[in-house]
C-alpha cells in the first residue's frame, strides 16, 4: 500500500493512542469481559455481549491504528519552504463570496479534523490549495457546489517543527 503524509506530531498522537489503547483500554476490557464471565449464563448476560462487543470493536482499532501506523511517512516540517501551500503548511484563504477568512492546516488523511482545521491533502479544498501561492485564486469543487477563494497567507506552524 502506499504510504501516507503524516506530521510529527501526528505520528506521535497515533502511537499515543495506540498505546493508551494497548495499555489501558484492552486490558480494562478483559477484566470486564472475566467480570462478566463469572456471572454464570453467557447465553443470557448482556454485560458479557457488549463487553466481547467492545472487545471486537478495541481489536478493530488497535487493527487500524497498527496499519496507520506501519503506512505513515513523518514529513519534517523544518525542511518546508512558506512561499507555496505544501503539505504541513498552514494557509489563510478567504472566500470570495462572503470575504470570510479561514485558517487550516494541510496534514495527511490519519490526523485531519475538521475541528482542528486540519484538512487532508486528498480532501477536495487540500488538493486544490496544494501548490498556490500567496495571493492565487482557488477553484474548489465541493459537494455543495464550487466554492472561490484566495489564498491570503501561508506559514509553517512553529508548533510543528
Not at 488497535?62 to 503506512?71: G, I, K, T
Amino acid at each position: 500500500m502506499e504510504k501516507m503524509p503524516i506530521t510529527k506530531s501526528g505520528f506521535e498522537n497515533l502511537k499515543k493512542e495506540l498505546e493508551h489503547l494497548k495499555c489501558v483500554l484492552i486490558p480494562a476490557n478483559i477484566k470486564d469481559i472475566e467480570i462478566a464471565r463469572a456471572h454464570g449464563d453467557l447465553s443470557e448476560n448482556a454485560e458479557y455481549t457488549a463487553a466481547k462487543e467492545k472487545q471486537s470493536f478495541l481489536h478493530g482499532k488497535l487493527q487500524e491504528l497498527e496499519n496507520n501506523l506501519a503506512l505513515s511517512n513523518v514529513i519534517d516540517l523544518k525542511m518546508l519552504s512558506d512561499d507555496r501551500i505544501v503539505f504541513g503548511a498552514t494557509v489563510i484563504i478567504e472566500e470570495a463570496s462572503t470575504g470570510k477568512q479561514t485558517n487550516y492546516q494541510l496534514v495527511g488523511p490519519f490526523e485531519s479534523n475538521i475541528s482542528e482545521n486540519k484538512i487532508s491533502v486528498t480532501s477536495p479544498i487540500g488538493k486544490a490549495l496544494i501548490g498556490k501561492s500567496i495571493g492565487d485564486e482557488v477553484k474548489v469543487h465541493t459537494p455543495g457546489g464550487i466554492r472561490n477563494f484566495e489564498v491570503v497567507d501561508i506559514y509553517i506552524n512553529p508548533s510543528e517543527l
